[in-house]
């Protein structure tokens, strides 16, 4: 294999997708992009789309891979709808679904023919935190252990065809929705921080500097992985 390859970033506008593609690109990969967001400077090719309509990511995926041969993929886009127990939607509960899964179910058949053509691939799903337990995210959680299953039900599929497929659950990380929701000196911003054994949550390229391992010619015998990338959160507190 050579050491170029062509990476579909989907949620690549901002946050962890941004600072994924911008790892890829300074490397000398060829980065493509899908986000709802209007972009101007994304380092690669970039299409403004709204993932959660089948039919139009449909079409965005068509004009991908009818001119590139795509042999990585991070399935990035989420939605996130918190909610006590008793409040949860089910609407809200299915658009959480939609986003998380269909779009990383449809992405993935999108590439697939090439990656399996080409006897390589690589696939990063990106999960949360929240698989291991968060209160107020029944549906988010829900559909983040799904996307780690479909991580492990897919590398076992694709383990004889040069194709690995792993999982990302970051922990607190400090992306514009974070911010927004979570302000540097609020209350709910330390909250999070304190769970953290490191005390801090991660700038998003920490968090892509892990994909960017997992889609490396170097990381071929890892598959079916879910890596947490949480400050410690995953496996407990620190002592006091």
């Given at each position: 294999m050579n050491d170029k390859h062509v990476t579909l970033?989907?949620?690549?506008?901002?946050?962890?997708?941004?600072?994924?593609?911008?790892?890829?690109?300074?490397?000398?990969?060829?980065?493509?992009?899908?986000?709802?967001?209007?972009?101007s400077?994304?380092?690669?090719?970039?299409?403004?789309?709204?993932?959660?309509?089948?039919?139009?990511?449909?079409?965005?995926?068509?004009?991908?891979?009818?001119?590139?041969?795509i042999d990585a993929l991070v399935n990035n886009v989420g939605l996130v709808r918190p909610a006590p127990l008793a409040e949860v939607k089910l609407d809200e509960m299915q658009e959480v679904f939609d986003l998380n899964l269909r779009v990383a179910l449809q992405c993935t058949q999108a590439v697939?023919?090439?990656?399996?053509?080409?006897?390589?691939?690589?696939?990063?799903?990106?999960?949360s935190l929240v698989?291991?337990?968060?209160?107020?995210?029944?549906?988010?959680?829900?559909?983040?252990s799904a996307l780690v299953s479909f991580t492990r039900s897919w590398a076992l599929e694709l383990a004889e065809s040069g194709i690995t497929v792993n999982a990302v659950s970051p922990?607190?990380?400090?992306?514009?929705?974070?911010?927004?929701?979570?302000?540097?000196?609020?209350?709910?911003?330390?909250?999070?921080?304190n769970n953290v054994p490191m005390k801090r949550v991660a700038?998003?390229?920490?968090?892509?500097?892990?994909?960017?391992?997992?889609?490396?010619?170097?990381?071929?015998?890892?598959?079916?992985?879910?890596?947490?990338?949480d400050g410690g959160s995953s496996v407990g507190h620190a002592p006091v």
């Amino acid at each position: 294999m050579n050491d170029k390859h062509v990476t579909l970033i989907t949620g690549a506008s901002k946050g962890i997708g941004r600072a994924t593609a911008e790892m890829l690109a300074s490397s000398g990969q060829t980065v493509l992009g899908m986000a709802r967001s209007e972009v101007s400077d994304f380092p690669g090719e970039y299409i403004a789309v709204d993932l959660a309509d089948r039919e139009a990511t449909a079409r965005a995926l068509k004009d991908f891979t009818g001119r590139y041969k795509i042999d990585a993929l991070v399935n990035n886009v989420g939605l996130v709808r918190p909610a006590p127990l008793a409040e949860v939607k089910l609407d809200e509960m299915q658009e959480v679904f939609d986003l998380n899964l269909r779009v990383a179910l449809q992405c993935t058949q999108a590439v697939l023919g090439s990656m399996l053509e080409g006897n390589y691939g690589r696939i990063v799903n990106i999960a949360s935190l929240v698989v291991a337990g968060v209160p107020f995210r029944t549906s988010y959680a829900a559909a983040k252990s799904a996307l780690v299953s479909f991580t492990r039900s897919w590398a076992l599929e694709l383990a004889e065809s040069g194709i690995t497929v792993n999982a990302v659950s970051p922990g607190p990380t400090d992306t514009e929705l974070f911010r927004t929701n979570n302000p540097p000196g609020s209350e709910s911003r330390q909250r999070y921080t304190n769970n953290v054994p490191m005390k801090r949550v991660a700038p998003p390229v920490e968090v892509a500097a892990a994909i960017v391992f997992l889609l490396s010619e170097q990381a071929s015998f890892i598959t079916g992985q879910n890596l947490y990338v949480d400050g410690g959160s995953s496996v407990g507190h620190a002592p006091v």
